[in-house]
């Protein structure tokens, strides 16, 4: 190992930067004044997998702020060795024993739906309609990750997509911003830990979110990865901006830039979005980080002549951190010497970077101090991994034949993942291991006698549909692996992979019960399956829990919890078709659905609509009933709103969980604006035979909206709430906004 020549330190006494008890910004001020431009163009400088044995004179001359831990550009498919927690110790050592200043490097890892205990992917998470659980599975994951030494994780994924064919959809939380906000806000509290406020730090259990692709990702043109996206600003504010605001609300730490242009801007260089409307507008203090390579694509998306022409665009832009590119490495130190970026803009980009050391505590804390234990899943970790898949599993059909109470007979596990681990464990594992997967027929040969279960693999297809002749039920777990689900990885079409439907087709012409159990990391085409099948399970990738929690699904110990995220399009010549319809000159009239729609060769409505989802008992809505039919402009405050009630009522014969939801509509605004926005929910468990009444707060601020010239407003006027099991089957309420006190 060569012996780097080490550099005169500043002793640690003349570090006042190192005084815990100032405030964070004297803190940075005191630190940026004493460093070189050198050093201050290193602060922006993220590399990938920094190795101490390798890197050793690049940490110990102060050339570098950040590492990030990843197999490559698509980390989400490529298992790398896991987290060398040795070699990011050794890295820190070098960096605050040898370097000159001892400023501590910040060590990244894509930790999205967690790190050693894997919950379910983000859209199954979204699915749960429970921020409480998915906050709950971020501290878990924060703390596993901590605990290795990561200090920023690039979660969560704020993209609102109608598109199943972009295999991130896998990633996402859902079509509608109210509930991907609120997802967003609650995974960011979770990994970051809370109350965090912008003067505080976090504790040492916790790691900085990042809400990303800041913004528009999730609009690549025909679903396919790193593709064009051509959308208004009023579309972005009105959508897709929503739930980065709510993350930036929530205190997150840090905001990544996406690969995508918007009509012809990269993101990377978006100067308007980036510094006007998320550090200007929105005062967000943070830190940009690149993504991938982002810096240097500008080259390659044709606005940058040279990787010294990107580092001066993304620079100029607000990215502050590079990941990957070496761009400002190379070439900012440079640019501001000729003049070409002011001192300023490098300044304020390096402050924000030591910002966020100092929220991280990292000057306190350099090296891990997090407990460890085994590094496998805690009791606890699975607990809740298994209440996050059961409370993800979403019924899309049940003819009666599900929960398979009392002595169902000879139950018959079928299909490739029968055995399964890691593929159900989903897309963006890195360091999840599928062997602590409790597996399906692990699962059921825990509950079932011997001679009750039989189970096929699926190699042999024949051999499994005998077996449906001779068991009296089949479990036909199918969907796909998770190689096709995440980043680079979209599809043309949206049907089960090829074979599934044939096999389901002959199970189902045996004429015995069967259900259907799809594990998938974006919306299917179901429409076949719905038919033949007696019940069928949208599972997502679940996680180390899939067996037992699918096990407590179909056996009645839980009711399946989820509600669609996303809805699911009768085939992909319909997409997009969501929940975030806007009204046209020329109105569907749905009520007819023989011509609803406007192709001439099928129909547009699909039953798998946004929040749709059954459970084991069934619930009837009285009328929504307002306490008032007009609501006070300016009312942003449950005391200065309306309530909207509707009792609802368990008709059937299980106590049972309803997401009750509440979408609103402005009737005529200034622009047009969705037939559904989502504004609200609640889940009420309701025994048997008994009645709730559900209380919404419905305030003037819910149906605001930003206007033809970007002004948010709300108007005066008619507008509707609609209140009911999911985005099909709300009633509605006309209320007026008016001008004075209301009631
Ligand atoms: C990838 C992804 C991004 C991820 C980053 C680091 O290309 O776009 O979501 O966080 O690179 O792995």
Redesign the pocket.
């Known amino acids: 190992m060569v012996d780097v020549p080490t550099r005169p330190q500043v002793a640690v006494a003349d570090r006042p930067w190192l005084e815990a008890g100032l405030d964070i910004e004297s803190r940075v001020d005191l630190l940026l004044g004493v460093l070189t431009l050198p050093e201050k163009v290193a602060q922006l400088h993220q590399v990938a997998n920094l190795d101490p044995t390798v890197d050793r004179e690049l940490i110990a001359t102060s050339g570098v702020s950040s590492a990030?831990y990843?197999s490559g550009?698509?980390?989400g498919n490529v298992r790398d060795r896991g987290l060398m927690v040795a070699a990011i110790t050794e890295c820190q050592r070098i960096a605050v024993g040898e370097s000159r200043l001892g400023i501590p490097l910040l060590f990244g890892r894509?930790v999205i739906h967690g790190h050693r205990t894997i919950f379910p992917i983000p859209l199954g998470l979204a699915a749960t309609f429970d921020p409480d659980l998915a906050r709950a599975c971020c501290r878990v994951a924060a703390m596993e990750a901590a605990a290795d030494g990561v200090g920023l994780t690039?979660a969560p994924m704020a993209d609102i997509s109608e598109e199943p064919r972009w295999g991130r959809v896998a990633e996402s939380l859902g079509e509608q911003p109210v509930l991907a906000g609120r997802m967003a806000a609650a995974m960011v509290r979770g990994f970051q830990g809370e109350p965090r406020t912008s003067g505080s730090t976090v504790a040492a259990d916790a790691v900085a979110a990042c809400a990303?692709?800041f913004v528009g990702y999730g609009m690549s043109t025909g679903g396919r990865d790193y593709d064009t996206v051509q959308v208004g600003e009023n579309t972005l504010r009105n959508v897709h901006l929503r739930p980065f605001k709510d993350a930036v609300d929530a205190g997150c730490l840090t905001v990544?830039a996406s690969?995508n242009d918007i009509d012809g801007v990269p993101m990377h260089a978006h100067g308007h979005l980036l510094r006007d409307v998320l550090k200007g507008e929105w005062g967000f203090d943070g830190v940009v980080v690149a993504?991938?390579n982002g810096v240097g694509q500008l080259v390659s998306q044709g606005v940058a002549a040279d990787l010294r022409d990107a580092a001066r665009q993304a620079i100029a832009a607000g990215v502050d951190l590079d990941m990957t590119s070496g761009a400002y490495a190379a070439h900012l130190a440079e640019l501001v010497e000729a003049g070409e970026v002011a001192i300023d803009l490098l300044d304020d980009a390096v402050r924000r970077v030591l910002r966020l050391k100092f929220r991280l505590a990292l000057f306190e804390r350099p090296y891990p101090e997090a407990a460890r234990g085994d590094g496998r899943p805690s009791d606890e970790g699975r607990a809740l991994a298994r209440r996050a898949a059961v409370g993800s599993f979403v019924l899309v059909k049940n003819d009666g034949i599900l929960p398979l109470t009392g002595d169902p007979g000879r139950i018959h596990l079928a299909g490739p993942f029968v055995h399964e681990g890691d593929a159900l464990l989903g897309t963006w594992v890195l360091d999840g291991k599928g062997d602590d997967v409790a597996s399906p027929a692990w699962a059921f040969r825990e509950r079932l006698a011997r001679d009750q279960l039989l189970v096929s693999d699926g190699r042999f297809s024949d051999v499994a549909i005998g077996m449906v002749r001779t068991a009296d039920v089949t479990i036909a777990l199918m969907g796909e692996h998770p190689s096709r689900s995440g980043?680079d990885r979209c599809l043309s079409t949206i049907e089960l992979p090829a074979g599934q439907l044939d096999v389901i087709r002959q199970m189902a012409g045996i004429g015995k019960p069967l259900v259907v159990v799809v594990f998938t990391g974006r919306p299917l085409e179901l429409g076949p399956v719905m038919d033949m099948a007696d019940a069928v399970l949208v599972a997502w990738h679940p996680g180390i829990e899939a067996g037992p929690a699918l096990a407590d699904v179909l056996f009645g110990d839980a009711e399946p919890g989820g509600r669609l995220p996303i809805t699911f399009p009768r085939s992909v010549g319909h997409i997009p078709s969501s929940s975030l319809q806007r009204p046209t000159g020329r109105p569907i009239q749905r009520d007819d659905d023989r011509t609803s729609g406007r192709y001439l060769d099928s129909l547009v409505y699909t039953d798998l609509v946004f929040g749709f989802g059954l459970g084991y008992t069934t619930f009837s809505y009285g009328p929504p009933v307002a306490s008032a039919m007009t609501i006070p402009l300016g009312s942003s405050s449950r005391r200065q709103g309306i309530t909207v009630t509707v009792t609802v009522t368990n008709i059937g014969r299980r106590r049972g969980t309803e997401t009750v939801q509440l979408y609103v509509r402005d009737l005529a605004a200034d622009v047009t604006r969705p037939l559904l926005e989502l504004a609200a929910w609640r889940r009420v468990e309701i025994a048997s035979g008994r009645t709730r009444t559900v209380s919404f707060s419905v305030e003037a601020e819910m149906f605001g909206y930003y206007d033809r010239r970007m002004r948010w407003r709300v108007d005066p006027g008619d507008v509707e709430v609609i209140v009911g099991p999911d985005a099909a089957r709300g009633q509605r309420v006309r209320l007026a906004l008016i001008e004075g006190a209301g009631r």
């Open positions: 990030l990843a550009a698509t980390a894509d690039f990303k692709h990544m690969f993504d991938w980043e």
